[in-house]
């Protein structure tokens, strides 16, 4: 039996294991970068817990509440908020010198992040009435485009300095080639299977990578 057999003929049960493997790496960076957070009050950390939060949180959503005909635009604009703010964060968690204020009391609700909700939001919603995925495919190649090429310039400028920091451009080459996928699978192979099936392998890998990466910076 080949690998396309085994996931439909187990499509819900590996969905499920899917979702929780996602979800609960997702919440494990979340503490420990917390954690972290609270011992060093460095903010880059910050946003970058919040993506993995509403990384988390997007394909939570997805799986509970996606089998769920009558709510099927709701659905599609919340899982597409979730993802497209975690982009958001992640992207901002490498720039936020540039931007830093004293007033930012809050890393998910400020004066500058305020800006990207709205965003999300908008392109979540017209991705939503418009029946399509293409806003966020686009907002999210173009941010991983631009992160990749910013965690290349820190890994080469300070990875003596922060191990990290190489994690974190592998992970983003990942993501950006995870986007790239969802993409042509939508645009032009019609939703195949095994692409899908690749498209979750890196998925699993990139969050298992940041989660390697965040333990072994945490010890």
């Avoid at 806003?135 to 003596?160: E, H, W």
């Amino acid at each position: 039996m080949d690998l396309y057999s085994v996931v439909t003929e187990h499509k819900w049960i590996l969905e499920a294991l899917y979702t929780l493997i996602i979800f609960s790496i997702c919440m494990v960076i979340v503490l420990k970068t917390d954690r972290f957070f609270r011992l060093s009050f460095h903010n880059g950390i910050r946003y970058f817990r919040n993506a993995f939060l509403f990384f988390g949180f997007g394909f939570l959503a997805r799986y509970l509440f996606g089998f769920s005909e009558q709510f099927s635009i709701a659905v599609k604009i919340m899982f597409e908020y979730f993802l497209i703010m975690a982009g958001f964060f992640l992207f901002y968690s490498l720039i936020w010198k540039k931007f830093a204020s004293t007033e930012e009391h809050s890393s998910l609700f400020n004066s500058k992040i305020i800006i990207f909700h709205l965003m999300a939001i908008t392109l979540a919603v017209i991705d939503g009435l418009w029946q399509t995925y293409n806003l966020m495919f686009f907002s999210q190649i173009i941010i991983f485009a631009y992160t990749s090429i910013i965690s290349f310039v820190n890994y080469i400028k300070k990875s003596g300095k922060y191990k990290f920091l190489k994690f974190y451009f592998i992970g983003m080459l990942l993501v950006l080639s995870a986007w790239v996928l969802n993409f042509l699978a939508a645009s032009v192979f019609n939703w195949n299977p095994i692409i899908l099936i690749n498209i979750g392998i890196i998925n699993v890998i990139f969050f298992f990578l940041f989660l390697y990466g965040v333990i072994k910076a945490t010890k």
